[in-house]
């Protein structure tokens, strides 16, 4: 069953609250954004998409999430509770094949995960939205938070998340796919260890970036990170390739996924759709 994400008056798991009292004005705040109330109020809105005809919103008034804690799937996940949007997330299982209902496709017709529909998206009409990278870049905006206003350093935290989906993303997939599942009955090991050099030659770009700043942005914390954090993670953890690309040597990007891990957003993102 979906996990209903609870107004942000709730002290629960299911949203992030923002500290009391006086903090860091971060380089996002001020943005003028399209979002109406960040306290979202019960109305009675209409879903009219097919999607809910598979998957019923028990809350149409809320965005509304369709995704698996991947590492891709993560990303939304950590980034809702980041902002502390209220949302409602439709757990869709890949292994059953849900992400080919015709229902799931008539919101991402490239039938991956994961997708969302926002009924208050921007002048107040419903989007529709899939690819990771976009939903990231559109919730920023939505919410002001997490990537700078200033155009030159917008566009370079833009950059870096292509970074992420054009290459940490496949090619970490691909270590995956070679070292933890099918591909790791192959007696041929040139395809693994070809990945996994690409892998570690990724790692030690990040680990060089991570040197002098704590976050990938000398700004702080942005969707670059949120982006890479559960690729990172998963292939150290669940992918069983720390020792294969050599994970050890990258002082930097360890530190930077333990301060990433150790954020309770980013704990609690993790587990949106697990069950």
Known sequence: MSR??????APCDAHIRRSPGTQRKEPWEGVRTFRRDDRVKEQNVTLNHSIFTRWPAKHPDRLQ????PTPNGVKVG???EETGLAYEPHRIDIIANENQDSAFLALNPNGKIPAIFDPNGPSGRPLALFESGAILIYLADKTGRFLSSDPNTRYETIQWLMWQMG?????????????????KAYEDKHPRDRYATESARLLGVLDER????????DYGYS???I??????????GFYEARELVGFDRFNNVQRWLDDGLSRPAVQRGL???AA
């Open 4 to 9: 209903l994400a609870e107004p942000l008056e």
């Open 65 to 68: 999430l369709f995704s698996l």
């Open 78 to 80: 950590i980034m809702l």
């Open 167 to 183: 290459g940490v993303g496949p090619m970490f997939g691909q270590v995956g796919f070679f070292n933890k599942f099918a591909g």
């Open 210 to 217: 991570l040197a002098t700043r704590q976050w990938v942005m």
């Open 223 to 225: 969707i670059a990170d």
């Open 227 to 236: 982006s890479l954090l559960g690729w990172v993670r998963n292939l150290i």
């Open 271 to 273: 587990q949106v759709t």
